[in-house]
């Protein structure tokens, strides 16, 4: 069974760059899936930022977000990373990794969710 489990900081600086990781156990980042990140601000719905594909590590980014944002991947430790660049208190939200196979529409495995707040 696939796990999912975010880690990094939980308070970051304004203008600072958020980091975090998401650690996959149960399954190869390289097989058959889009390896995801999104985000859910408080009282408001799922953000989607962006995935890095199984196969090349092609990404992919929300357009209200690609400026900021760099998605990496380290198949050695079946690792994949979010980088969101010049934060703001409203990237502060609960981030959450996930998976999605390439032929369904909806994610199949979350993590847990990490708190990320912005603030001075």
């Known amino acids: 069974q696939v796990q999912l489990q975010e880690s990094g900081p939980g308070l970051v600086k304004p203008s600072q760059t958020l980091s975090l990781t998401c650690t996959v156990s149960?399954?190869?980042?390289?097989?058959?899936?889009?390896w995801s990140w999104i985000r859910q601000p408080p009282g408001k719905g799922l953000e989607w930022i962006g995935y890095?594909?199984?196969?090349?590590?092609?990404?992919l980014y929300s357009p209200s977000l690609k400026t900021r944002t760099s998605i990496s991947r380290d198949t050695t430790k079946n690792q994949f990373t979010l980088q969101l660049s010049s934060v703001t208190p409203e990237d502060t939200a609960v981030y959450y990794c996930?998976?999605?196979?390439?032929?369904?529409?909806?994610?199949?495995?979350w993590g847990q969710g990490t708190q990320v707040t912005v603030s001075s």
């Open positions: 890095i594909a199984f196969s090349d590590s092609t990404t």
């Open positions: 149960g399954a190869s980042i390289t097989t058959s899936y889009y």
């Open positions: 996930a998976r999605r196979a390439v032929v369904a529409a909806s994610f199949d495995s």
